[in-house]
């Protein structure tokens, strides 16, 4: 391969998501128990404010791209639904949400020594659906690109978003190679615009599509093989 670039998915690639999303709505629901301490809202769960989330994004696709803000209407749509509506409120528990969904974020213990293997030697990027930058999660400086859906109003796997990611790497897509974790976003969006891909599938789950990524990886620490480094 002549790879001079290779960009990372971030949502569950280069830290859990689903843990710090989890454990943030955690301590929000604490906080809205807290401030109305009603039977209804002692009887919400974490689930039920993650499925009002995924509706309101849900009826918003296209209209609202900024995650920060489907966020917040969510939890005005959660404290209606438990018999309280009140938009300060809301914009209160989004406070403490934002708190805990940056500032407890730990990166999987394998990317740092993957990157710094790999910097000297390629361009690094950051390709993302989700909305955490680099400086909320201890990779300030780490990346020549970052090329977030919410900021060019496309998502993984368009075509378009690619194509963005390429240009602002300074590179043919055939020369960038893209790393995630989904195989519908990452892999078949990367394969439809000519970008060799790698499936990083730490669980080791079996792939059940007919969606093939050049490589498959349960550790990024692997990349530095495949790309023609010694291993980590």
């Not at 569950?12 to 809202?41: C, G, I, N, Y």
């Not at 075509?159 to 078949?188: W, Y």
Request: proline share 5%.
């Amino acid at each position: 391969m002549q790879i001079s670039t290779i960009s990372f998915d971030g949502d569950m690639t280069l830290w859990d998501f689903l843990k710090v999303m989890r454990h943030s709505l955690e301590q929000t629901l604490a906080e809205l128990q807290r401030q109305v301490p009603t039977q209804r809202a002692l009887e919400l769960t974490v689930e039920k404010m993650v499925a009002i989330r995924d509706q309101l994004a849900q009826e918003m696709k296209g209209e609202i791209w900024s995650l920060l803000e489907i966020r917040r209407r969510a939890f005005e749509r959660t404290l209606e639904h438990v018999g309280h509506p009140d938009k300060d409120l809301a914009a209160h528990l989004n406070t403490v949400y934002r708190k805990h969904r940056y500032g407890d974020i730990e990166l999987y213990p394998d990317v740092i020594p993957t990157f710094d293997a790999l910097a000297p030697h390629f361009k690094l990027g950051l390709l993302s659906n989700g909305n955490t930058y680099p400086e909320r999660c201890g990779l300030e400086g780490r990346f020549a690109f970052v090329v977030f859906s919410q900021d060019v109003q496309v998502e993984k796997p368009d075509p378009k978003i690619f194509q963005i990611t390429a240009e602002r790497a300074g590179c043919e897509l055939s020369q960038m190679l893209h790393v995630g974790d989904s195989l519908k976003n990452d892999v078949a969006g990367a394969k439809n615009v000519g970008a060799p891909s790698i499936w990083l599938n730490r669980e080791g789950i079996p792939n059940d599509t007919k969606i093939q990524p050049d490589y498959e990886i349960k550790s990024l620490t692997e990349i530095p093989t495949i790309v023609g480094l010694d291993n980590l």
